[in-house]
């Protein structure tokens, strides 16, 4: 209501002005001293009008910021499954890699279906498996794009990267490798990888592997994770084939018939 009256001041004021512009009554005093009042009520009829504006889009600009905020507090939190897909993802990389890789029990065919497996999915530039031999020295049992004519050589535990893996008994991953890392340092020869990776597994005291993979691909800050994931199902696996020889259950049953009697 105040807005629409002091509206009214303003235009009454511009008339007032024009008319007597146009009639040049300014030079008379009385005239003058209406004049004069007419542009002190326009002048505070402007100001009214510019705070009223003012204020009215600063409430606008509030109510906006609160409506934003109540639609941002009210939306649902994202599922399990969005939040978590990556993670998801990686451990369904890593049960198919382990369970169509043939049994452990054939340690040459493993390594060598495990390594098909993984330049499939994770399209690895190069591997190695080695096992532990009875002199507690690891050889190579299988290769993948090796660019050697000589077998890749042994190693015992804490020698080099494998046997420093060996030893600590945790996944050892390499970023950002020089040129000539790998080929002095590593089995896999020469080349230029964007990571290298030592994974250490110890199925049971008679068997004993070391992974070594160079990849190109999916060097990217899950990779670390998708190794320690593929690490557990291979021990799941073997636990499980373990778990389901004859052998294993047959000493159960006679353990049982000796404790009857």
Not at 42 to 54: T, Y
Not at 109 to 126: D, H, R, V, Y
Request: proline share 4%; hydrophobic share 45%; charged share 25%.
């Amino acid at each position: 209501m105040l807005a629409w009256i002091a509206f009214g001041f303003l235009c009454l004021f511009v008339t007032i002005v024009t008319l007597f512009n146009f009639l040049d009554l300014s030079f008379h005093a009385i005239y003058g001293a209406l004049l004069i009042v007419f542009w002190v009520l326009g002048i505070i009829a402007l100001l009214f009008l510019f705070s009223g504006a003012s204020r009215y889009f600063i409430l606008k600009s509030v109510e906006e910021k609160e409506i934003e905020e109540a639609e941002k507090n009210s939306a649902p939190p994202p599922s399990r499954t969005e939040k978590h897909s990556d993670h998801l993802d990686l451990q369904a990389i890593a049960k198919k890699i382990a369970r169509r890789a043939v049994s452990i029990e054939k340690p040459e065919e493993w390594g060598t279906s495990l390594l098909k497996l993984l330049s499939t999915e994770i399209e690895i530039m190069a591997g190695i498996v080695y096992m532990k031999d009875e002199k507690k020295r690891f050889t190579s049992i299988a290769t993948y794009a090796y660019p050697h004519a000589k077998a890749p050589y042994s190693f015992q535990e804490g020698e080099g990267i494998p046997g420093e893996a060996v030893k600590n008994k945790q996944i050892s991953l390499i970023r950002n490798i020089p040129g000539d890392y790998t080929k002095a340092l590593s089995g896999l020869g020469s080349g230029s990888p964007s990571y290298l990776v030592i994974i250490p597994l110890e199925l049971s005291k008679s068997k004993s592997f070391v992974i070594e993979l160079a990849g190109f691909r999916f060097a990217n800050e899950n990779i670390e994770q998708l190794f320690q994931l593929l690490s557990r199902e291979i021990i799941s696996k073997f636990s499980s084939e373990t778990n389901q020889q004859p052998g294993k259950a047959g000493a159960k049953e006679e353990t049982k018939g000796e404790k009857d009697a």
